[in-house]
């Protein structure tokens, strides 16, 4: 059964087009994914991620719950804060990558990726089986509304009563958009600057009006999924199912930073990531030349010699040429050697250079 979110009649009363994304219809975009990734870049986007799930835990042991349940030491942020990190499975796959906010001394948000969230709330159920803590899905009361952009925070603060110039990068606070209390985060998955809100869901439609409002003199344009994917590929985020999978640890994404070995007492999957730290592949970042860039699935190789496979690609909007991530082996994933990409049967010259493609000023 398809899925929509509280903010379904508002795209396509902009006559978006829509996307079948993990189950849910979602917009892939409203006008142009040009002018919508240009808008993110120089102005701002409104994006509607009301299709991720939130798990919240609440009690004594929440933080060791999220301790044993994740890769990362939850236990260690700070209320207000938030971290990325990982879900593992026994084996040292990912399950999923996530935000995780600490909203009090024993009070968490677990942000988890669509198609993921139903295992995350599962799996967050099951390991904490044995703490004194709560496990409450929210995914279907919350909405999630992002701005992203440099001209975001005069947009958002146009709307709120939250001081933005003393709301950290991973930070989040308890905020009022016009009578509406939200939590408003900044993180992002954009490249630029730009908040997150959580908003009740019956909420969210007069939110967005209100933000799209507030936006007009800015430039702000309602933003869909082909532009999120082409921005986060300019800064060389991960997407789970392309990048981040059960088949492969964090070390293979150049993500074994998240794995806290340090932290107190066990974790799901220690044993075997410990043992994953050297893979044979490893992610790397494409340069490509020309216009014909590579796409997911298509081989990496180095002469004659398939060394790798592309797991996700586009000519960059911001940049001109095109850009790639791939896992190759680790012979040719020093920045600087020059491999080939089978695009439909044609060699295209790539290079491997350090990631992220863009880095805003």
Known sequence: MIMHTALYGVHKGLNALFTDFAGWEMPVRYSSELAEHRAVREAAGLFDLSHMGEIELTGPQAAQALDYAFVGKLSAVKPGRARYTMMCAEDGGVIDDLVVYRLADEQYLVVANAGNAPV??????????????EVTDRSADTALIAVQGPNSPAIVGSVTDADLASLKYYASVPAHVKGHD???????????????????????????????????????LPAGLACRDTLRLEAGMPLYGNELSRARAPFSAGLGRVVKFDKPGDFVGRTALEDRKEPSQVLVGLKGQGRRAPRHGYKVLAGSTEVGEVTSGALSPTLGYPIAMAY????????????????????????????PFYRRS
Do not use: I, K, N, Q
């Open 120 to 133: 995350v709330a599962e799996e967050l159920v099951s390991r904490a089986a044995g703490f004194d803590v």
């Open 182 to 220: 939200v939590l408003l985060a900044r993180t992002g998955y954009t490249g630029e600057d730009g908040f997150e809100l959580y908003v009740p869901a019956p909420e969210a439609v007069e939110v967005w009006r209100l933000l799209t409002d507030a936006g007009e003199p800015h430039g702000l």
């Open 328 to 355: 190759v082996s680790r012979e040719s994933s020093e920045p600087g050697a020059e491999l080939t990409v089978d695009v439909r049967g044609r060699a295209e010259p790539v290079e491997v250079v350090p990631m």
